[in-house]
Every structure is written in C-alpha cells, then in structure tokens.
C-alpha cells in the first residue's frame, strides 16, 4: 500500500534552515509528483512547490522562490523540503503529497506531517 | 497568481441534509480543481479529482461539478462523519487553496 512517512518534528531559531523527508513506499516513486504543502496553527492550506522525482524538475510558489528547496534521493524513494531563513511565521505543519497521476488534478496519498516550530 | 473564493467560509447543517459549496478562481482553470476533507489534527484526504471525478473509496453522497471558474462540491445526504473542513485546490501552473469551508453541527 502507498505511504508517506515524513520526518519528525522540528524545532529551530529564527534565521535557521529546516529540512524535512518524505519517505514513499508502495509504489514507484519516480512515476509521480510530489507537492508540498503547509498549514499555520489554526490557518487553511498553502501550496509551497512540487518536485519531480523522474528529473529533479521543481515549481515552488512565488512566496517561496529564494527560500525553499525541494531535491529527491531516488535510491531511497525520499523527497525532501529545505526552507530557510526561517521566520517565526513559518511555524506550521508540513505536510507532503503526492500528485495523483502524470496528468491528474489532485493529490491522492499524504505523509503525515511534520510540524515545524520557529521560536527563539 | 490564480485566486480560489471559496463560499461559504463556515455553515451549520444538520444530518441528512444536502449541502453545497462553491469555488471561484479568478481566471479560467478547466476542470483542474480538486476537492479535499480536513478533519482536526489530520492530513487532507482527497475527495474529488478533475473537478468532477470521485476518489475511490469515498461515498457517492459526495460530487463535484464545474469548469472554467465556477465549481461546486455538493453532498447530497450530510452524515455524521462529514463534519469537517473542505477546501479546493487549484492545479494550474502555480497550484493555490482555497480558503475552507467549516462544516458544522447545527
């Protein structure tokens, strides 16, 4: 069965970068898109980037350019989501997913999240 | 970036009823829309696809229509279980959220 199991929670001072892994299961990794996506205590979702994890290719939101990274270990079938210079506005649950096919609009299978805690 | 207005932002409904919610975008998307359950403490689970096809393994009570800026979730029989928050997504070139749709007991 597909899987998404995302590192464990963070906690970082502001200025300092967080990286966060995905680790996929249960299906071929390289076949499908993976997105990122944050949620701020109490706030909706926001869309942060995809990666694709056949090419590397990545599309990160214009709030985000600059700051985030988002690069894949196809030997290991893990995604990964770099932001730095983080701010205490970027203490939020992150979460990835994946896409639910090549040409789909929607995503079917997400980790479990990670929350991320900006305090100095 | 494409904007999503979701309305309405929260409603009260009661077991049984049929509930309806939209979704604007500020320009025209097809039918690249998503819609998605969120209960409190957990990740979203996908409810409708391609602006109007079913996820597998979720009821039929649930639909979606819609294309070009206009989209409606709809449940047609409100069960327990469905409290929740909805949002829709986008998945033009910049993929956005909606704002969320509170779904409470009235």
């Known amino acids: 069965q597909v899987q998404l199991v995302q590192s464990g929670a963070e906690v970082k001072k502001p200025g300092a970068s967080v990286k966060v892994s995905c680790k996929a299961s249960g299906y071929t990794f390289t076949g499908y898109y993976m997105h990122w996506v944050r949620q701020a205590p109490g706030q909706g979702l926001e869309w942060m980037g995809w990666?694709?994890?056949?090419?590397?290719?990545?599309n990160y939101a214009q709030k985000f350019q600059g700051r985030v990274t988002m690069t894949r270990d196809t030997s290991i079938s893990t995604a990964y989501m770099e932001l730095s210079r983080l701010r205490s506005d970027d203490t939020a649950v992150y979460y990835c997913?994946?896409?639910?096919?090549?040409?789909?609009?929607?995503?079917?299978?997400w980790g479990q999240g990670t929350l991320v805690t900006v305090s100095s | 970036a494409i904007q999503l207005t979701q309305s309405p932002s929260s409603l009260s409904a009661s077991v049984g009823d049929r509930v309806t919610i939209t979704c604007r975008a500020s320009?025209?998307?097809?039918?690249?829309l998503a819609w998605y359950q969120q209960k409190p403490g957990k990740a979203p689970k996908l409810l409708i696809y391609?602006?109007?096809s079913l996820e597998s393994g979720v009821p039929s009570r649930f639909s979606g229509s819609g294309s070009g800026t206009d989209f409606t979730l709809t449940i047609s029989s409100l069960q327990p279980e469905d409290f929740a928050t909805y949002y829709c997504?986008?998945?033009?070139?910049?993929?956005?959220f909606g704002g969320g749709t509170k779904v409470e007991i009235k």
């Open positions: 990666i694709n994890p056949n090419s590397g290719g990545t």
């Open positions: 320009q025209g998307i097809s039918s690249a």
């Open positions: 391609d602006a109007s």
């Open positions: 997913a994946r896409n639910i096919a090549v040409a789909g609009t929607g995503c079917d299978y």
């Open positions: 997504q986008q998945f033009n070139s910049y993929p956005t």
